[in-house]
Each structure stands twice: as C-alpha cells, then as structure tokens.
C-alpha cells in the first residue's frame, strides 16, 4: 500500500469517528540548499525544515501553499468536494511573504529587508519591506517590545535591524511585491546575502535558498 493511499484511509477513518469532517491538500514550497532534495514531490517532514549555514540557523517558508482539493465527508461519506485552487494563507492579493525565521551564532548580524531579493521564473524582486514578529506596545512610537499585555504583531523593521542576541530566534518576514508564486514551481530562489550579514568577523555570503514542490495533506473536524 503506497503512502498517499494509506494517508487518504486514515484520514477518512479520523472523519468517520468524528462524524462530519474532512481532508484537504495540495502544493507547498519547501525551502532547501545545496542539491534538489531527491523526493522533491514527496510529502514534506512534518514542522518548518531548520537549515544549517555559515554562521546562523535558518527556517524559511512561503505564503503561497495552494490547496487543489477539499473533501467534507459525513460518517465515511462523501458529504462535498471543492476543486478550486486556492492560497488559503495568502492574505494580500499581488503580494508575496517569505516567513525567515534566524538564530544568529553572533550578535553582529544586520537584517537589512529591502536587499532581499525573490527570484521567479527568471524574474528579480527586490523585498518591499521587511518584519519583526513579537509583543509590542503599539501605543509607544515605534513600538517597544513587552513580555505582556502588548500585542502580537509584525513590526515593520525600517531599513534595517540588529540581531544583537546571540542564540536567540528572530521571527522575521519579508514582504514582495508579486503574486502568490506557483508552488508547483521548480523555479523560484531566495537570496539573502545582502539581507543577512555578519558585520564583524566578514563570514562568507549566504548560499542561494530555493525552494523544491511538495505536496500536503491534512484532516479536520
């Protein structure tokens, strides 16, 4: 029994206990460096893949995860099926959001968003802007971080931002100015060694990020 069979009887038997449910999925794009991962269709690893390079962790995603397919069933029954292709993720029409999440092994690096650049199908886009996500206290002039009782939020960084922890993780994003990319796509590349550098010991640029198809699934109730 291949793997995509047995994932489609288990998540009917999930439905059939629940009574009214479903399973949905699609295409996502998985982040990856080096050599193409040799299953690039296969589903992914459940969590964000954590890459490994010269001077800091990185985790990296994509907004544009594609739902093909959608079935609601009634107790094991077929209850609805809804083909349509949908980004349900994507909440800005026209507009990409690449999700970086850095733990520097220094506290030297600098995050500069608008050198950040998405390639697509040959095309270059340079970041429109880029994001800190955290507590803030929105009522301070460009808010201030709070441990409580502020609000979670992406805080737009400016040029640029000091990740001035060592060890510590950085959620951050990066906001382009195009729509939601195929990610049934083999074309499409993140480069970020203007965007991430190490501004004291001169450590080597970082490698090009691309990004491999893989397919997703998931039930609900």
């Known amino acids: ?14 439905a059939t206990a629940a009574g009214c449910a479903g399973f949905r999925g699609g295409w996502e794009s998985a982040a990856y460096v ?10 992914p690893q459940p969590g964000k893949v954590e890459l490994a390079l010269p ?10 995860r ?18 349509r292709h949908v980004y349900p993720k994507n909440h800005q029409p026209g507009k990409t959001r690449v999700f970086v999440n850095v733990t520097p092994g220094t506290g030297a690096f600098m995050f500069r968003p608008r050198l950040a650049l998405l390639m697509v199908g040959g095309q270059r886009y340079a970041a429109a802007r880029g994001y800190e996500f955290g507590m803030w206290d929105t009522s301070k002039p460009g808010w201030q971080r709070v441990e ?25 994003s990066l906001d382009f100015d195009l729509p939601a990319p195929s990610p049934e796509s083999q074309d499409i590349a993140l480069d970020l060694s203007g965007a ?26």
């Open 55 to 64: 001077g800091l962790k990185l985790q990296v995603s994509m907004d544009n």
């Open 148 to 172: 409580s009782g502020g609000k979670w939020e992406h805080r737009d960084v400016g040029a640029e931002l000091a990740l001035a922890e060592a060890g510590v993780r950085y959620f951050l």
């Open 34 to 43: 080096g050599d193409a991962p040799a299953a690039a269709h296969a589903e």
């Open 66 to 83: 594609l739902r093909t397919y959608d079935t609601q069933v009634f107790f094991g029954l077929p209850l609805s099926v809804d083909p």
């Open 1 to 14: 029994m291949n793997g995509s069979l047995r994932g489609s009887i288990i998540l009917v038997a999930c």
């Open 196 to 221: 991430l550098k190490d501004s004291t010991i001169g450590s080597p640029p970082l490698p090009l990020i691309r990004f491999a198809p893989v397919r997703w699934k998931e039930g609900y109730t």
